[in-house]
């Protein structure tokens, strides 16, 4: 292996054996629900492994892989070697010595608080000082993404930067802008007060942070996938990218919309005004317009490679798409699932509808469409992609690698779609078991939590597959050349950078509607008599 | 930016679309007062038992609705039984004496977070008489799972 490519690998490997643990426990999970009772099975452990799922999955799985996917554009699509690779370094241990801490308290039962970690459950302050690491590490990522970034245009004056670096640095930005919120949460409010330095916390100022960081955290998994939706996909399809500055706006508009609208998740949270929670709804409502553009832009790409394929008629090109493909089939399936899951995502948003789903495994349902499947099955199959090409190894266990997907999206649609319906039938989120005393409403959700169960088999199977391949690859791929990972080519070449390409001035405005949305109701918030809570540790 | 025209008719689609959903949104405020709870009122979480907006926790009827005040505990709704009458306005006030937990009628659209040092208040009707199930639906420990209670809509006395 090149040694600058131990840099992205490193990074990679610690998402793909986060990834793996956390899906070991998801089944435990899965099976819980439908009552099956299983060796070891105790709330105490469900509620323990939830919390490790979740932080796994979710801080993570997610930001490590995202890490990677910076330096490898780095890498291959700026074409240079990484400008800082010591503080690239430090960041990768930071992060590694905080999910390291993270995950003891959590295995240890101290800190079964759950990934959104609300007061006033508290958790061990190593638990938060190990969350804080890893974002302390991720900080130090973005630095070095910036840097590079400057080093680039110093060097290609005049030329706007690749769509894949241009799609990295806005998700760089959402993330420096919304870890604010839940560093000023950790660092102010829960570290201290889980230390013991103070004696009672808000849990509403501290739920308005969280959802400060924790809507624009749901861009911060997308906006990558995204780079790979525009950036890689075309090219292995075999077409070209049908608009390059179509991608640029849908990068900027996720810059100036991803964070203002967290009041959406507090949809049901008294001491928030409803004024404040249905300006958020309205901003939350736009945030579906890139995504509805780069679902055109996306699938005409595919058409284009399936007409340079030769594909005449309406519908032929779908058929000239390599479905073979790990990569390509990993992609398009996300991008199904995910059109569902943005939908379901409008209803969460709408104000006085989000009363029908809030908390209820509705929302498990639509986030396991949404990062479970357009981030998460992304990345696997941005694995297969890059993996092989950093190890400079062939892909191992191919069939395992072509047939995954495929189990994902099915597994996916059982669990997805019976946590849809149990939902809105009224069986809560996150319970170790939904019985109520044979309520003959709960009785109601039971063949349902089955099939979802049975959903949870299907995707431990291929998240097992995936494991098995990346395993395989990296130590026993036949070796092979380094093989250059290639970008697609836009369909219309790439002019002078424009108003797109100037970040300043987006993140200018991102930072404006951000203080139109928070500044005043966190105002108000802080002026009004509020009594703290003293802390609590059932688990 | 030169977009191409099947792609221009999908973004006015798409912008139509959102526009349609914000005006239903908005319809759901002014025509059937479709509000999320969102009420602001504050009390010292460790006084809950003592003050005098939850000391007597129950059902007060009037002729014209009623009025429920209920605490949220580890893990428990007191009190766990709870009759309202139908086709009335009913309003709840609930806060909680412990961490933070939710409230939702199961079948019905009445759902709101519970959350201590803070009065949620949500004012609804019931239409269909018969027992219902209310949930915890935040996760608020390890006895989350059965964390219940009964609330039984009555046939209104004419």
């Known amino acids: 292996m090149n040694r600058a490519d131990r840099l992205p690998y490193a990074h990679l490997w610690v998402a793909i054996l986060a990834f793996g643990a956390a899906a070991a426990m998801a089944l435990m999970q899965a099976l819980s629900r439908a009552s099956l009772d299983l060796p070891y099975r105790s709330a105490k452990m469900y509620y323990l492994s939830v919390t490790a799922h979740g932080v796994l999955m979710a801080l993570v799985f997610t930001t490590f892989f995202i890490m990677a996917f910076g330096y490898v554009v780095i890498r291959y699509a700026l074409r240079q070697d990484v400008l800082g690779a010591a503080a690239a370094w430090a960041g990768f241990w930071i992060g590694v010595v905080g999910v390291v801490l993270a995950a003891t308290a959590v295995l240890a039962g101290k800190a079964t608080v759950l990934y959104t970690f609300y007061p006033p459950l508290k958790a061990h302050p190593a638990f938060y000082l190990g969350l804080t690491l890893v974002i302390v590490g991720s900080w130090l990522w973005a630095g070095v993404m910036i840097a590079n970034y400057r080093a680039w245009k110093r060097a290609h004056a005049g030329e706007a930067v690749p769509l894949a670096m241009h799609g990295m640095l806005a998700t760089v930005i959402v993330w420096l802008i919304a870890t604010v919120g839940v560093a000023v949460e950790v660092l102010v409010l829960l570290l201290p007060w889980s230390l013991g330095l103070t004696r009672t916390v808000d849990p509403v100022l501290a739920r308005i942070l969280f959802w400060y960081f924790g809507h624009p955290l749901v861009y911060f998994w997308l906006l990558p996938a995204y780079v790979a939706w525009y950036t890689l996909l075309p090219r292995v399809a075999g077409g070209k990218l049908f608009s390059d500055s179509l991608g640029r706006l849908v990068f900027v508009l996720f810059i100036i919309l991803s964070t203002p609208v967290g009041f959406h998740h507090q949809a049901l949270d008294p001491g928030v005004p409803a004024g404040w929670k249905l300006l958020h709804t309205f901003l939350t409502l736009w945030i579906l317009f890139p995504s509805l553009i780069t679902a055109f832009t996306v699938t005409a790409s595919m058409e284009v490679a399936g007409r340079m394929k030769g594909a005449t008629g309406l519908l032929d090109w779908l058929k000239r798409l390599p479905w073979g493909d790990p990569f390509f089939a990993a992609v398009a399936l996300s991008m199904i699932l995910f059109a569902i899951g943005g939908f379901g995502g409008a209803v969460n948003a709408s104000f006085g509808m989000n009363a029908v789903v809030h908390n209820t495994a509705w929302i498990q349902g639509h986030f396991h469409l949404t990062v479970g499947t357009a981030a998460a099955l992304t990345f696997m199959g941005l694995a297969y992609h890059l993996v092989p090409r950093l190890a400079g190894r062939e892909l191992e266990l191919g069939l395992l690698a072509k047939v995954q997907p495929y189990l994902w999206f099915l597994g996916m649609l059982l669990f997805s779609i019976s946590n849809h319906v149990t939902g809105l039938m009224g069986m809560p989120r996150r319970v170790y078991e939904a019985d109520y005393g044979g309520a003959a409403a709960a009785q109601a959700w039971h063949g349902l939590t089955t099939l979802s169960a049975i959903g949870g088999l299907v995707l431990f199977a291929s998240a097992a597959f995936f494991l098995l391949v990346m395993l395989g690859t990296a130590l026993a791929g036949k070796r092979r050349a380094p093989e250059p990972l290639e970008w697609a080519e836009p369909l219309h070449p790439v002019g002078k950078p424009g108003l797109l390409d100037r970040f300043g001035l987006w993140v200018l405005v991102a930072v404006v509607l951000v203080l139109i949305a928070y500044a005043v109701p966190i105002w108000n918030h802080l002026r009004m008599e509020r009594f703290g809570s003293p802390p609590f540790t059932p688990f | ?158």
Not at chain 2, 48 to 62: E, K, L
Not at chain 2, 96 to 103: E, I, L, Q
Not at chain 2, 116 to 125: A, D, L, R
Request: charged share 10%; with cysteine; glycine share 8%.
């Open chain 2, 1 to 158: 930016m030169n977009v191409p025209l099947y792609e221009k008719i999908w973004m006015w689609a798409a912008g139509g679309m959102i526009v349609a959903f914000i005006l239903m949104v908005f319809a759901g405020v002014a025509f059937s007062a479709l509000e999320p709870p969102s009420h602001v009122e504050t009390i010292d979480p460790a006084q809950v038992w003592t003050d005098a907006r939850f000391a007597n926790r129950g059902v007060t009827q009037s002729p014209t609705g009623a009025t429920v005040i209920a605490v949220a505990m580890m893990f428990a709704f007191n009190p766990a039984e709870i009759h309202v009458p139908a086709g009335k306005p009913v309003t709840f006030r609930l806060t909680s004496a412990d961490v933070t937990h939710g409230f939702q009628i199961v079948g019905t659209n009445a759902n709101t977070m519970v959350i201590p040092g803070y009065i949620s208040q949500f004012t609804t009707t019931f239409s269909t008489p018969g027992e219902y199930l209310i949930v915890c639906n935040e996760y608020c420990g390890l006895g989350h799972h059965q964390m219940y209670a009964t609330l039984i809509v009555e046939e209104a006395s004419s």
